[in-house]
């Protein structure tokens, strides 16, 4: 909502659109990405006041559900009168946002395909637009990626959908995680980001482990370790793969362990 002129100041979001928001640091957010949910609420955990029905962490979040990522309840947010709703491009509409701004509600949406789009991302989003501390995880988090690149030590290859078949493939947060931490995607050299390929071509690219993740496809020791018969295959939580914030601090113990 609009706040009172000598009263505010504007930010820009990394799709470069203004944003006007209170001076004071922000108190009423609402998180449309489930990852930035749990950042949040490891940070500040009174000022998240709506939050996504796929926002499952952490397990006692106890605030107003404002349906899914792909089509939020406008009306609903509208009634917890936030300071600022929470976006990332990938995870969120357009027609969501510019719907939302067109109801005067603060939006900002961040742009995340790497780690280190993830550590600028969240500690802009941290201490420039919410004006609050670095948090302490979050300092953790750099010290755990930041760093450079490990050396390839063992490769993957990681299905995120079945029947199509779909793969994680270049450009994304989740194939440069792999690689911060030694580990290669062998399908990462698709030109789509996340393209449809047959199953012979998953199970016969040479990765030493597939690794099957739990979202967004459910993948279970009944549904997806019995069709590969030439990769060893691993049930791993899908956001130790693709959350950035809290999550990737457990995620650097998962890769160690590949």
């Known amino acids: 909502m609009s706040t009172p002129p000598g009263q505010s100041r504007v930010v820009t979001d990394d799709l470069g659109a203004e944003v006007e928001l209170p001076a004071a640091p922000l108190t009423r957010l609402v998180s449309l990405v489930p990852s ?3 950042a949040v609420a490891a940070t500040r955990p009174e000022a998240l006041v709506g939050a996504t029905d796929w926002c499952t962490h952490p397990a006692d979040l106890d605030v107003r559900r404002v349906r899914g990522t792909k089509n939020p309840d406008r009306r609903a947010i509208e009634s917890l009168a936030p300071e600022l709703v929470i976006c990332i491009q990938e995870e969120n509409r357009e027609l969501d ?22 550590l600028r991302c969240l500690r802009e989003l941290f201490t420039v637009v919410l004006q609050w501390d670095e948090p302490d995880w979050l300092l953790d988090v750099d010290r755990l990626f930041g760093g450079e690149v490990e050396e390839v030590r063992t490769s993957v290859a990681v299905p995120i959908w079945r029947d199509p078949w779909m793969v994680v493939g270049a450009s994304t947060y989740t194939t440069d995680l792999l690689k ?27 990765a030493d482990l597939v690794l099957l993740p739990d979202e967004p496809y459910v993948f279970t020791a009944e549904d997806g370790p019995e069709a590969f018969t030439r990769t060893p295959t691993r049930l791993v939580s899908g956001r130790l793969l693709t959350w950035y914030g809290p999550a990737m601090i457990e995620a650097r113990s998962l890769l160690d362990s590949l």
């Open 180 to 206: 911060r931490a030694g580990v290669g995607n062998v399908l990462g050299g698709h030109e789509d980001r996340y393209p449809k390929v047959g199953f012979e071509e998953i199970d016969g690219a040479g």
């Open 97 to 118: 946002v510019r719907r939302l701004r067109e109801a005067d509600i603060a939006v900002w949406v961040g742009v995340i395909e790497s780690v280190q789009d993830a």
């Open 36 to 38: 930035l949910t749990e």
